[in-house]
T-cell receptor, first 113, second 110 residues
């Protein structure tokens, strides 16, 4: 069974631009979560989608948004990029959230110049 | 107070020894507990999960959960240099978001 895939794997943008990251969950998984990981802040939760609905949301500004499609694939968008948005963005999927295990994709490394 | 607390380390153990990693959590409603291993530059990899009080063993790994004391631990027996990584504890209550600790860096000395 294929794992979680994320595209692109690496991205370089400049301040003020916007970016869209994509995540395809494990087949059959309906919950997708997004995290930001930086050396100083560790793993920070962005949001979780389940059946195309946002179920949980972390403490990030409105510049960070996401959505989930009917096939469970998810995208996250960051508008008006700032230098501090440089991070590893991780997507994780699980069957339906809750007690089920969550599996991570390889991540997208975003660098904002 | 952080919701999930871990000692940042580094925890240094000699090859072949038992590494003991600990995690405490604040939400008494937490129901599911996970341990992830993360190598530098890589994404977290799930290595253990536990839902009930007591011990759960999988190969060289044992997860221990004590809900009354609100702690969960991970024991790694016969530690190998390849076990050197950051270990992340994660906790979930119901359908709330999974909450991660900041991780403990483990160094296994050959």
């Amino acid at each position: 069974k294929a794992g979680v895939t994320q595209t692109p794997r690496y991205l370089i943008k400049t301040r003020g631009q916007q970016v869209t990251l994509s995540c395809s969950p494990i087949s059959g998984h309906r919950s997708v979560s997004w995290y930001q990981q930086t050396p100083g802040q560790g793993l920070q939760f962005l949001f979780e989608y389940f059946s195309e609905t946002q179920r949980n949301k972390g403490n990030f500004p409105g510049r960070f948004s996401g959505r989930q499609f009917s096939n469970s694939r998810s995208e996250m968008n960051v508008s008006t990029l700032e230098l501090g948005d440089s991070a590893l963005y991780l997507c994780a999927s699980s069957l339906d959230g809750g007690v089920n295990e969550q599996f991570f994709g390889p991540g997208t490394r975003l660098t904002v110049l | 107070q952080k919701e999930v607390e871990q000692n940042s380390g580094p925890l240094s153990v000699p090859e072949g020894a038992i590494a003991s990693l600990n995690c405490t959590y604040s939400d008494r409603g937490s129901q599911s507990f996970f341990w992830y291993r993360q190598y530098s530059g890589k994404s977290p990899e799930l290595i253990m999960f536990i839902y009930s009080n007591g011990d759960k063993e999988d190969g060289r790994f044992t997860a221990q959960l004590n809900k009354a004391s609100q702690y969960v631990s991970l024991l790694i027996r016969d530690s190998q240099p390849s076990d050197s990584a950051t270990y992340l504890c994660a906790v979930r209550a119901g359908r709330r978001a999974l909450t991660f600790g900041s991780g403990t860096r483990l160094q296994v000395q050959p």
